[in-house]
């Protein structure tokens, strides 16, 4: 608990205390590193301050998340301030970290705050470590505070070309904005899209984009019918008595596919729990 308040009280120190900071000194923004939008024609619009970033400290900060629910916590305004500034849906952005640093307890995410896995490309000048992925010992991306690895990540599909027709799509899409990332080559994996598409709905990350949007937000656009494209999903309702062992007897699945379809680290589960119990393109 007290290494939660700490993290919690870092976090809040840039999100709060200093980007007000920053607000009433916008006159001195030449001595910051300042990222903006490539179209200068929209800052006007969705320009809060927010794209400014606290400047770096040279300090690593240390996270260690103890749950997918402290993640979403801890990273939700980070990725809402995200996309008023680069018009990437807040949900996709968080589960694309939650996905990509093993729901914040994966080694790279611990050790680089690096939550994208963004590897250094030509033309990193940032600090980087190495880490077994495709190939032994690659060379990654490595940050002193997550904040400036989800600025990283915007900055990373803004800028390069492929990735240009998913700022065509609806803020409030997530679901196209799930299939244009594979489709623009952002991961090999064929899931990916429905993986994305399945952590968004399970723990409402949608909800980020309408706080961003507000009256622009069309709730429409996430009760579509399920088509050819989109995974087949059943879901069972966790009942007093129930154990994932159970579950599975009951559905015919392994206990392993229960956990890897839910993202559960251990074999607990509570009463009223949704939980993916047959997918159809999701094994």
Known sequence: MIQRLATVAVLLCFLSGCKVKQRATRQS????????????????????????????????VRFEIGSVIEYVQTFSEIAQLEMKAYGIP???TLAQGLLESGFGKGELARKTNNHFGIKCHTGWQG???????DEKGECFRKYNHPMYSYRDHSVFLKNRSRYASLFDLRKDDYKKWAYGLK???????????????????????????QAVLGNRYKANTHTKPVT????????????????LYSISRKYAVSVDDLKRWNYLYDNSIKVGQKLTVKTKNFN
């Open 127 to 133: 600090d980087y470590d190495f880490h077994d992925d």
């Open 228 to 243: 050819a494209s989109t995974p087949s999903i059943d879901k069972h309702v966790v009942k007093k008595g129930d154990t």
């Open 183 to 209: 489709k623009a080559g952002y991961a090999t994996d064929k899931r990916y899209p429905s993986k994305l598409i399945s952590i968004i709905e399970k723990y409402d990350l949608h909800k980020y984009d």
């Open 90 to 92: 807040a949900s996709i």
């Open 29 to 60: 923004e030449t001595q910051r590193t300042v990222v903006r939008s490539d179209n200068d024609t929209e800052e006007t619009e969705e320009d809060d301050g927010s794209f400014v970033l606290p400047k770096d400290t040279g300090k690593f």
